[in-house]
């Protein structure tokens, strides 16, 4: 079984087997438990509008039962050993996790082999797990600000699958049938969308080993690849009634995970991340017109997004505009060099982090597998931030403010919030 020389760390390993699984072993024998993950080339992004929320229906059911076990079966089988059990579901990708007793690796990989390669989809269960589904959607739609990326997002990217939800709408959900669901999976979970993850105290070769047991005769299929966008813009607004806030996102296009997207992140970070960074010191603590604000940037496979968020009061909403427009063109013509280091220094931090997490460790190196083809090094990240000049973020906060910024707002609006929302943003 060849090993792919992807990285040059020495507890990261990656090996192929035939039919395109590829087997990601982090080796970290100071751990007591082992982390173990299936993950799958396949989310909303991939779907089309009538199986909207599908990826995020299989992740709920894989676990409703298989060929030889049912649901309780599952369970007790999982934490007879004491492991937890989750999963979850994102635009890019789809995973399933179990953490236990590094002993115990091997069963843990045959198990989510089991759940992911022969779920059976019971009818029964799929209704019942249908109004589950409706009662997560009822609480993600009382969300103001969660409604407000909706929006944001849909802007972004019009009719592109990109911009819709992980967990689709009512009507999608109520449609989806178990015909469905077995389609979709057969079609979308196949070798070479597939990454067996494990970090612990165990060796390379033999989760790679466990790994054929229970992949290698799976089918290879394609690799499940979408087409980037175009990213669209504009300004969206919805009411909610009982909501006394306006919530807002603020975002502007950068480059996606294979681009010089490095640029974007050390902005996001110096801009909006803390409480000493220009956006929470001028709208909070100078001038109170918020409680809270953040600044990020979104970099996924397909593209970017730098994104301010923030609640205000209605009649806060076109000063809190103006600063933020007035601070993104300060950066644009100076960057402070105390700033500059704060954001890389608290980049930094979060690298480390996240590092010192099997499970997040774990994910970004399988991302970095899906939409890289390589696990990058642990200081790669650092040093493409510290590479990032003074210039260069110039460079980006000018970039942000020539592209077509994108708008969302909910909550309680003044009347003509969203026409002045459009003329402040054609002067900037």
Not at 225 to 245: D, E, F, M, Y
Not at 252 to 273: E, K, Y
Not at 314 to 324: I, L, W
Request: overall charge neutral; proline content about 4%; charged content about 20%.
């Amino acid at each position: 079984m060849p090993s792919a020389p992807h990285t040059t760390d020495p507890d990261t390993h990656v090996a192929a087997l035939a039919n395109g699984v590829r087997v990601l072993t982090l080796e970290l024998p100071q751990l007591q438990t082992v982390h173990v993950s299936i993950f799958v080339r396949t989310g909303s992004q991939h779907e089309s509008a009538r199986e909207h929320g599908i990826s995020h229906m299989v992740e709920h059911m894989a676990f409703k039962g298989t060929h030889d076990r049912n649901c309780q079966r599952i369970n007790l089988d999982a934490e007879r050993l004491g492991a937890e059990v989750n999963a979850h579901t994102d635009k890019d990708h789809t995973a399933f996790h179990m953490v236990g007793h590094a002993r115990d690796a091997q069963q843990f990989i045959a198990m989510l082999g089991d759940i992911v390669r022969h779920c059976s989809f019971p009818s029964e269960e799929l209704e019942r797990e249908r109004q589950v589904i409706l009662h997560e959607l009822t609480e993600d739609e009382d969300d103001p600000m969660s409604t407000a990326f909706k929006l944001f997002d849909q802007r972004c990217y019009g009719s592109h699958p990109l911009a819709r939800s992980v967990i689709g709408t009512r009507a999608s959900i109520g449609r989806i049938t178990r015909d469905d669901l077995l389609d979709y999976t057969q079609r979308q979970f196949t070798g070479r969308n597939l990454i067996v993850g494990v970090a612990g105290a165990v060796s390379a070769k033999h989760t790679a080993a466990w790994a054929q047991a229970a992949f290698g005769d799976m089918p290879a299929g394609q690799p499940n690849r979408v087409a980037a966008p175009q990213w669209i813009g504009g300004v969206t607004s919805r009411r909610l009634a009982g909501c006394p806030q306006t919530h807002l996102v603020l975002g502007f296009p950068i480059p996606a995970l294979s681009g010089d997207h490095h640029g974007g992140v050390l902005a996001a970070a110096l801009f909006g991340d803390g409480m000493s960074s220009p956006l929470m010191d001028e709208l909070r603590e100078r001038r109170a017109l918020v409680y809270y604000a953040a600044c990020s940037a979104d970099v996924s496979e397909l593209g970017g997004q730098f994104v301010i968020e923030a609640s205000t009061a209605p009649e806060h909403v076109d000063a809190f505009f103006t600063q933020v427009l007035r601070l993104l063109r300060e950066q644009a013509q100076a960057i402070d060099p105390v700033a500059l280091q704060r954001a890389r220094n608290q980049i930094e931090v979060r690298e480390l982090r996240a590092q010192e997490s099997a499970s997040r460790r774990l994910e970004a190196a399988a991302l970095d597998l899906f939409f890289l083809g390589r696990v990058r090094a642990r200081d790669e990240r650092a040093s493409r931030m510290r590479s990032v000049h003074p210039a260069q973020l110039r460079e980006t906060f000018a970039h942000l403010l020539a592209s077509r910024a994108t708008v969302a707002m909910t909550g309680k609006l003044l009347a003509g919030a969203r026409v002045r929302v459009i003329g402040q943003l054609s002067g900037a």
